[in-house]
């Protein structure tokens, strides 16, 4: 049977300015960044107010080697709010890259990830973490699908046309992928594997451990200013090798032992935790 995994206790009703940063917030969210100075004060307060029913919570923000003034504006946007923290990568790795990084620091045991473009409304986080928690242990993703797309006509087509291969060939049984908007478990996301572009294949990488993904439509939005620094994955002929790579661990992936330790006269057999749970579990698609 699946484990289920511990969550952070919650602590403090209420997170305002006044309080120092939980040492374990029932929730974390991360948003990666490149060069997106014009959008930082609006999101941030966004966030703020969109999470205030979570407390205790943190915003991780990665600085993916911005060269604009995206530093200044999230060092003005931490007065104020212990609960925001920034990382800064040295040089540009990408969205996936930062992503990774602010999971990897993140306190919570609860995830969410928005882009930091302004077109993810953070007012859907709440909905999205309680789909999450209504469905139990045995989800490890509640994946946003946005509805009311506000990109070109062109990007549009492209995206429909890989999302159409991407579900015919992985059978993730999600609509849109490319969704920034995503709550997850942070234990079941640092067993994925790490590659570039590993947040546009989540649904199949985490049915690929035995957890259920539950989906939620978010509304798109136009961007709030500037111009795209990600997302260009969505245009087909750049993701086949990715896509042919997610099949490849899809179909090489074998149960995960049950693991006893051999006890002695003195102590009894001790079982070993699964790394990686297969029990059936409702909604999760059989890999």
């Not at 999302?163 to 920034?180: F, H, P, Q, S």
């Not at 989540?202 to 200013?225: F, I, N, Q, W």
């Not at 330790?261 to 003195?266: A, D, Q, R, S």
Request: positive net charge; contains cysteine; aromatic residues 6%.
């Amino acid at each position: 049977m699946t484990q289920p995994m511990p969550e952070h206790p919650v602590r403090n009703p209420v997170m305002s300015a006044d309080t120092h940063p939980a040492a374990d917030p029932r929730l974390t969210v991360v948003v990666p960044v490149r060069n997106e100075a014009g959008n930082i004060a609006a999101l941030i307060a966004e966030i703020e107010a969109a999470c205030a029913g979570l407390a205790p919570f943190e915003v991780v923000y990665v600085d993916d080697g911005s060269t604009d003034a995206t530093p200044e504006r999230l060092a003005e946007a931490r007065a104020g709010r212990p609960w925001l923290r920034v990382l800064r990568h040295a040089a540009s790795a990408g969205q996936s890259a930062a992503v990774r990084s602010g999971v990897a620091a993140a306190r919570g045991g609860l995830v969410a990830t928005l882009d930091g473009d302004g077109q993810n409304d953070p007012a859907f986080i709440p909905a999205l973490v309680a789909a999450l928690e209504q469905a139990g242990p045995g989800a490890g993703l509640a994946q946003g699908q946005r509805t009311g797309r506000k990109d070109g006509p062109f990007k549009m087509l492209q995206s429909r046309i890989a999302n159409g291969v991407r579900g015919r060939i992985l059978r993730d049984a999600t609509r849109d992928t490319g969704c920034g908007l995503k709550v997850f478990r942070r234990a079941v996301y640092l067993r994925l594997p790490y590659f570039d572009a590993l947040h546009r294949f989540m649904p199949a990488l985490v049915a690929r451990e035995g957890y259920a993904v539950v989906h939620r439509d978010v509304v798109d939005r136009p961007r709030l200013t500037g111009t795209s620094n990600y997302g260009l994955f969505d245009r087909l002929w750049v993701g086949l090798l990715d896509l042919a790579g997610v099949w490849w661990l899809i179909r090489r992936k074998r149960a995960t032992p049950a693991v006893a330790e051999v006890g002695t006269p003195e102590i009894g057999p001790e079982i070993i935790p699964p790394i990686a749970p297969e029990a059936a579990i409702p909604g999760a698609r059989p890999c």
